[in-house]
């Protein structure tokens, strides 16, 4: 018989008691969010928000001004964002030129459609896949949807919501299916939650060696009363290498 799956609210409020009230997002803007996103590549929040910082000194972050804006202006900001920095420029015209020529350069709307449209609609995107699309829904307050990036949903899976599947999308909707009935409808709580799963995934639930003997959630993580049992048991250790999708 499968463990009873933990209560995630307890988690969650765990979470804030360990880690702070989470800093809320730099921008809830959706254009903004695809933006941030698409600025910077594997480098850590700080750089990632330096460089969209200098892309809004720089360039501007309406769809208009990325398009006016110079190759080089462009270029200060991507430089700071990691490796490729050229082709993240030609990205981000590219993501300019959507929202001008698919949103006539304003995505509001677009997240007043229907769920599945508006979801569908900024996976126009580069590198917004289901997950990201659903934290841009979230972050902008337009559907109160938790959105779950690859730190977030591999805390999840290791508490015992869902399984790993063979495939990231799979886990993503096992996770999903495994939590819609504990989830609030509050953007405040939801957000909040996003960003602690994040962290906790980031700085103790790691891909590899999760640090299980600082973990304030212990007591509910089922991976750990597994590992407990059987110290050799490596629980859900392959989704953490998994690559989310970003089409
Ligand atoms: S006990 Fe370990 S595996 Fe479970 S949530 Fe905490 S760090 Fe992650």
Not at 61 to 85: C, F, Q, V, W, Y
Not at 86 to 97: D, F, G, N, P, T
Not at 159 to 179: C, M, P, R, W
């Amino acid at each position: 018989m499968p463990a009873p799956r933990p209560n995630l609210s307890k988690v969650i409020s765990q979470l804030a008691a360990h880690y702070g009230k989470p800093e809320p997002p730099i921008t809830t803007d959706p254009f903004e969010l695809i933006l941030l996103e698409n600025v910077a590549y594997l480098v850590s929040d700080e750089r990632r928000a330096d460089a969209f910082k200098i892309l809004r000194k720089n360039a501007g972050l309406k769809p208009h001004e990325i398009l006016a804006a110079s190759h080089d202006n462009i270029l200060r900001a991507t430089k700071l964002g990691g490796m490729h920095p050229e082709q993240r420029v030609s990205r981000l015209k590219e993501i300019a030129l959507i929202a001008m020529n698919e949103f006539g350069g304003d995505l509001s709307q677009a997240l007043k459609l229907p769920l599945p449209k508006a979801r569908q609609a900024l996976r126009k995107f580069s590198s917004i896949g289901e997950p990201s699309a659903e934290k841009i829904l979230l972050f902008a307050r337009a559907y109160p949807v938790l959105g779950l990036e690859s730190n977030g949903l591999r805390v999840l899976v290791r508490l015992g919501f869902g399984e790993e599947k063979k495939n990231y999308t799979a886990t993503y909707k096992s996770v999903q299916d495994a939590i819609k009935d504990q989830l609030k409808d509050n953007y405040d709580w939801l957000i909040g939650t996003h960003i602690l799963l994040r962290r906790h995934g980031k700085e103790l639930c790691k891909t590899n060696a999760p640090r299980c003997e600082k973990c304030p959630v212990r007591g509910s993580c089922a991976y750990f009363k597994a590992r407990v049992r059987t110290p050799t048991s490596r629980g859900s250790d392959r989704i953490i290498k998994a690559t989310p999708p970003t089409s």
